[in-house]
Structures are given as C-alpha cells and as structure tokens.
C-alpha cells in the first residue's frame, strides 16, 4: 500500500485550516494524512485534532526555523494568516513571507496560500472614492494577502492561490448577525446596495482546498476562487426570516455610515464592502460557485448552511 502523502496545516484550529484538517480526516481513502501546525500543541484544541488522527506538531510563523521544521516532509501545505488577530497587514507581509521561505525550504511539492485582492489595482491610493488606511492601504486585511501573492511566486514555491469569500459565519462570530433596530424590527446590515455578497461556509474553505490538493498539478500557479452562493443583502434577509421564523430586513447603509459605526476595523471592512459592491462583476466572476461545487460536490448553499447553524445565532 502506497504510503500517504503528508499535509501540513498552518492555523490548524482556525477556521480555515481546522476546515482542511477535518477534510482530510474525513477522506480515510483519500491518499492524504493531516498534519496540524500550531504554537501549541497542548492546547485544548490541538489535543483534540490529534484525538481525531492529526498529527500534531509545533510551529510558528513568526519563527521560520521552527516553520521549516513543521513542514519537513510534507507533500503539500496550506497557509493562511489571522488578520483581526493583531489588525497588522506588515505582520501579515512578514508571515507570509516567513511561511513561502520555510516552504521552499522544506520543498514542498504543493502550497496553497489563502490569499485575497490587492484592493489598491482598482483603487489607487489616489483615488478618493474610498479614504486611504493607515497611510497606505484600502483595505487593509485585503491588500497585504494580495501584495504578498508574489513572496511565493518569487521563492518558487509552486502554488495554488484560493481567493475566498465572506464566511457566513461572520454572522455567529463577528457580530454581523440579525439585530433589532430602535424600531424593534430585525435586520442585518451592509453597505452593499443591491449588489451581489458571494458567500462561502468557513468548513467548505478548507473541503474546497482539500479537493485542490486532491487534483494536484492542474491547479499549480493557478488563481481559483470559490463561493458556496452570491446573495444579494435582500435575498439573504429573506434566508434569514424563513429559517428563525421571524421577518428579518436588509438595512443598505452607505459605506460613509458603515465606516463610523466605530467597532475595532469598521472603516476596513467599510471600504471591502464597498470595494465588492463597486466592481461586482469582476468580484463575484472571480469566485465561482460551480468551480467550488467541483472541488467540493457537498457545497453549501446560504439556506442549508443556516438551517444547520441557526441556533448559534445571538438573535434576542
């Protein structure tokens, strides 16, 4: 029997990577074995992927050595950074650095880099349609994933990039879920206009990803994005009042509104949603449901992920 091919898991019990991680362990005859990457491997969370049958190993992206030696002898790896963490796209820059170094390193044979779009291709820091962040970016959780695209393309690491989506689980633990308003009535809200939001599961992230390692070479150097569905607020409104059973509306603020809510990264995500609902076409074109679905054929739709996770939802 031929010996399974390694993958090494950066953010193993993140979202993301925890979603990679469990797709492997759910696959016993996919040919792959999991393999987590964590600071620590005593943490609750460590010990229990490693109780499903991950390998469990310490490392940090902060410290390349300790990266390089995660990722010795595995096939593939998947990486991904933890911007709201620390609200730092030059923290960002220098983790994906230190993880494109430690794979070519180590030589691994297929990397994918959870990356998004360099926001500032279509609007120049001299474009005021959207004010300027930090002094030098327009989304900043957006910007440094795309700026650092080319660290991996210039280390030589053969790659896959995943353009993701927003995670419909940003309803359960960003705080973006159905609210009251002074009004009584419930409402989510976005500055989206009647544009379209693709939208994704965060465990479908990971399934997607596991079905690109999976097919292996046709996706190397390959830009793929995925969605699970592209919604506009008001249809996701509607998902929301047949599933709780209560009428929930679509509250389009303006981007101006949105940016001064005045919660930790509102002017970031301010500037995303508008940067989405600007160019539509290209952002929903570029990530596409059917792609996603033949990489990961038990995709969710909006209507059967919320059906399953209603009940975590703080709705008062």
């Given at each position: 029997?031929?010996?399974k091919?390694?993958?090494?898991?950066?953010g193993?019990?993140?979202?993301?990577?925890g979603?990679?991680?469990?797709?492997?362990?759910?696959?016993?005859?996919?040919?792959?074995t999991?393999r987590?990457?964590?600071?620590?491997?005593?943490?609750?969370?460590?010990?229990?992927?490693?109780?499903?049958?991950a390998?469990v190993?310490?490392?940090?992206?902060?410290?390349g050595?300790s990266?390089?030696?995660?990722?010795?002898?595995?096939?593939g790896?998947?990486?991904?950074?933890?911007y709201?963490?620390?609200?730092?796209?030059?923290?960002e820059?220098?983790?994906?650095?230190?993880?494109a170094?430690?794979?070519?390193?180590?030589?691994v044979?297929?990397?994918?880099?959870?990356t998004?779009?360099?926001?500032r291709?279509?609007?120049?820091?001299?474009?005021?349609?959207?004010?300027t962040?930090?002094?030098?970016?327009?989304v900043?959780?957006?910007d440094?994933?795309?700026?650092?695209?080319?660290?991996?393309?210039?280390a030589?690491?053969?790659?896959?990039?995943?353009?993701?989506?927003?995670?419909?689980?940003?309803?359960?633990?960003?705080?973006?879920?159905?609210?009251?308003?002074p009004?009584?009535k419930l409402?989510?809200?976005?500055?989206?206009?009647d544009?379209?939001?693709?939208g994704i599961?965060a465990?479908?992230?990971?399934?997607?990803a596991?079905?690109?390692?999976?097919?292996?070479?046709a996706?190397?150097?390959?830009?793929v994005g995925?969605?699970g569905e592209?919604?506009?607020?008001?249809?996701?409104?509607?998902?929301?009042s047949a599933a709780?059973?209560q009428?929930?509306?679509?509250?389009?603020?303006?981007?101006?509104?949105y940016?001064?809510?005045?919660?930790?990264?509102?002017?970031?995500?301010g500037?995303?949603f508008?940067?989405?609902?600007?160019?539509?076409?290209?952002f929903?074109?570029a990530?596409?449901?059917?792609?996603?679905?033949?990489?990961?054929?038990?995709?969710?739709?909006?209507a059967?992920?919320?059906?399953?996770?209603?009940?975590?939802?703080?709705?008062?």
């Amino acid at each position: 029997m031929a010996q399974k091919k390694v993958i090494a898991v950066v953010g193993a019990t993140g979202a993301q990577g925890g979603g990679v991680v469990n797709a492997i362990l759910n696959d016993s005859k996919g040919g792959f074995t999991a393999r987590a990457i964590t600071r620590d491997p005593s943490s609750e969370k460590a010990r229990a992927l490693e109780r499903q049958g991950a390998e469990v190993v310490a490392g940090d992206v902060d410290d390349g050595e300790s990266l390089v030696r995660a990722l010795k002898g595995a096939h593939g790896a998947y990486f991904v950074t933890f911007y709201w963490a620390h609200f730092s796209p030059e923290k960002e820059l220098a983790e994906a650095r230190t993880m494109a170094q430690a794979a070519k390193a180590a030589g691994v044979k297929h990397a994918i880099w959870s990356t998004l779009e360099d926001t500032r291709q279509w609007v120049p820091l001299t474009d005021n349609r959207m004010p300027t962040l930090m002094g030098k970016y327009k989304v900043p959780h957006f910007d440094a994933k795309g700026e650092a695209n080319a660290y991996f393309t210039e280390a030589g690491v053969p790659t896959t990039f995943l353009l993701t989506s927003f995670y419909w689980d940003n309803f359960i633990h960003f705080g973006m879920g159905p609210k009251r308003g002074p009004d009584g009535k419930l409402a989510i809200t976005f500055p989206m206009g009647d544009k379209k939001l693709p939208g994704i599961a965060a465990e479908d992230i990971g399934t997607c990803a596991y079905g690109i390692l999976k097919q292996g070479a046709a996706h190397l150097g390959k830009t793929v994005g995925i969605a699970g569905e592209h919604l506009t607020g008001a249809q996701m409104a509607a998902v929301f009042s047949a599933a709780i059973g209560q009428d929930v509306r679509y509250n389009a603020v303006t981007p101006e509104a949105y940016r001064g809510l005045g919660f930790p990264g509102a002017d970031d995500l301010g500037n995303m949603f508008q940067f989405k609902r600007d160019f539509e076409s290209y952002f929903c074109g570029a990530r596409s449901v059917e792609g996603a679905r033949a990489l990961n054929p038990d995709l969710q739709s909006f209507a059967t992920w919320l059906a399953a996770n209603k009940h975590r939802l703080a709705v008062a």
